[in-house]
């Protein structure tokens, strides 16, 4: 079985991540929140080119909705 390739997307961000130097750091709230969605039973975990999203808008280098597209669009090349 072959390795999979990045999809362009996740490399378009890495590559936005690393021009800004930009990391995802997990904040108490992120903690807060991610204990009350597993309590919920919506356990929800995001991967590292996600959280490089994250990291991204909240440094101010791209916005909210451009957040958005680019995770709707590299959630849908990542689907099998």
């Given at each position: 079985?072959?390795?999979?390739?990045?999809?362009?997307?996740?490399?378009?961000?890495?590559?936005?991540?690393?021009?800004?130097?930009i990391?995802?750091?997990?904040?108490?709230?992120?903690?807060?929140?991610?204990?009350?969605?597993?309590?919920?039973?919506?356990?929800?975990n995001?991967?590292?080119?996600?959280?490089?999203?994250?990291g991204?808008?909240?440094?101010?280098?791209?916005?909210?909705?451009?957040?958005?597209?680019?995770?709707?669009?590299?959630?849908?090349?990542?689907?099998?």
């Amino acid at each position: 079985m072959s390795a999979r390739r990045p999809s362009q997307t996740a490399v378009y961000i890495q590559g936005l991540a690393e021009q800004h130097h930009i990391t995802y750091e997990q904040t108490a709230s992120d903690r807060l929140a991610h204990h009350i969605t597993r309590l919920a039973g919506d356990d929800v975990n995001f991967d590292p080119v996600e959280q490089m999203l994250i990291g991204l808008q909240r440094a101010g280098r791209i916005d909210r909705a451009t957040m958005i597209r680019l995770q709707a669009r590299y959630l849908r090349e990542i689907r099998p």
